[in-house]
Every structure is written in structure tokens, then in C-alpha cells.
């Protein structure tokens, strides 16, 4: 596995393999991978020619700095794990490298209220940078497919949304959530969860697949209500929003119709770790 750390040396990596034609598949990460990184790489294995993974802890993307400095970092171990999973090439550069002296690039993308609801409305400024880094990775290494996880349901849309307006090549392929064996999705911020907390995070899960259960049956803020209670019986717990909306825009949907595509998402604190979650309804 080739690693690189400069974008010159990226995009002259890059280049012979686009004039071939081959089909690049690309994996953006912040690191500390787990099992549902990998997953993600060995699927862009099966469907390209060539798969990168990025590592790169954006930090203009953390509205809260205490989140940025307690993110948990693992580079050494991360390329033993890329490599045994066959990936081609690591880009891991530098804030330095990415953001010269600082600066970031404009990003003046209007997404309505798709990136003002839920995460967008709890960590400020979060989208504004997962996209300028996406569409700065995604030039740097031209990918044909790029892959995220479902875990970060929210995030998926925006960024589709972003290849809408844009129009860029590049196809944006979501990927289901990976989960331990007890239904919590797998995140690198479980690492920071103490064994007890550890003990009682599915939770969160076995909430989200009793209202995917009751689904249409119960008027929508009946579900809402329930399932704050229901997480936050354990005080442990804090809940910081419980959302059902449609499953492409993220409005909020306040009453079933007819046909509804919908989607529930909660972002949870767990001690001090922010957890995020949700399952697609009535699929
Ligand atoms: O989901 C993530 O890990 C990050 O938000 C991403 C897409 C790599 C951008 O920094």
C-alpha cells in the first residue's frame, strides 16, 4: 500500500491510473478505523479497480475544540489495518497541507435547511466543513465512487446533495450501518465510553428498532416522546435530539401520509461521549 501525505504527490499518484481508465474508489476517514471502515473498503474493492482511503482529522468540521483534541488517533494501526484489507493507496496529509497557513477554501453551497436541522443545528458550522474537505479530498483524488456510512445519515445527504449542485463524477454511495453485537453502531468514539457506559450503550439501538416497530401506528410525537423517555429512564443518558423526518430532505415530519419514506435519528449523550444513530422507517 502506497502512503502519501502531499497533495502533489496524491494527484501524481492518481494520474496514470485515471488515463488507464480505472475506476477509483475512495474511502474518507478521520482514523481510528473499525470494522465499519473496513467494510466499506473491502465494498469499494469489489466495485473498483483501484480503492484510497483518506485519513485526515478535519478540524473544521469539530465545533466543540475539547471534541477535536479528545478525538482518538491511531495512524500506525490504521495503515497495518488498511493494508491487510488490500487497500492501494493511504492520503493521509497535515492540517498544514490541507489548509495552508490556516486558510480554508470558500464554500458557499446552499443546502436549505437540510444542513440546519438536527446536527447542523447542534454543531454549528459542523457541515460547512465535512464539505469543504469532501470537495477538496474528492478533487485532490478524483474518485468514480465514493463511500460513507449510513451511521452518519445526515451527513450522506449532504454530501449527495453537494454532488447534485456541483455536479461532480462522482457516484455517492451510502453503506448500512455497522453494529457490535449488541446493536450499537460502531464509532471511533465508543473508544471513549467507560465499561459501564460501555454495558448500557445499546440503548440507543433497542430504542430506535421499538420505534421503527411501532412505526405508523403511533402518531408521530407520541413515538418522539416515548423514545426520549425511554433512553433517558437511565440517567446516564442525555438526549439531545429525537427526530422522524423524510428520508431525503430531513424535514421533519410531523404527521404519517400516505407512502412515507421516513427516517428516525437521535444524537445522544452517553457520560460526556456524543453518540449519533438512526434507522430508516418503513422500508
Ligand atoms: O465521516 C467522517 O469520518 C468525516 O466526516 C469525513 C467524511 C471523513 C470528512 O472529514
Known sequence: ???????????????????????IGFVPTMGALHEGHLRLIRQSKQENDITVCSIFVN?????????????????????????????????????????????????????????KVMEGKFRPGHFKGVVIVVRKLFDILSP???????????????????KE?????????????????????????NLRLTIGERQVARRIFEVLCKVREKGSKTPVWELKEWANKKIQEDSRFRVEYFEIAERETLMP?????????????????????????NVELFS
Request: hydrophobic share 40%; charged share 30%.
Open 1 to 23: 500500500m502506497k502512503e502519501i501525505s502531499k497533495i502533489k504527490e496524491a494527484k501524481l499518484w492518481i494520474k496514470p491510473h485515471l488515463k488507464k481508465g480505472l475506476r
Open 59 to 115: 478540524p473544521v468540521q469539530f465545533n466543540n475544540p475539547d471534541d477535536l483534541a479528545k478525538y482518538p488517533r491511531n495512524i500506525v494501526q490504521d495503515a497495518r489495518m488498511l493494508k491487510s484489507n488490500g487497500c492501494d493507496m493511504l492520503f493521509s496529509p497535515e492540517v498544514e497541507e490541507m489548509y495552508p497557513d490556516g486558510k480554508t477554501p470558500n464554500n458557499d453551497i446552499e443546502f436549505g435547511m437540510l444542513d
Open 144 to 162: 468514480s465512487n465514493a463511500y460513507f456510512g449510513k451511521k452518519d445519515y445526515q451527513q450522506l445527504m449532504v454530501i449527495t446533495r453537494m
Open 165 to 189: 449542485i456541483l455536479g461532480l463524477p462522482v457516484n455517492i454511495i451510502g453503506c448500512e450501518t455497522v453494529r457490535e453485537d449488541d446493536g450499537l453502531a460502531m464509532s471511533s468514539r
Open 253 to 277: 415530519i410531523e404527521n404519517w401520509g400516505q407512502k412515507t419514506q421516513a427516517v428516525a435519528l437521535t444524537a445522544v449523550y452517553l457520560g460526556d461521549v456524543r453518540l449519533i444513530d
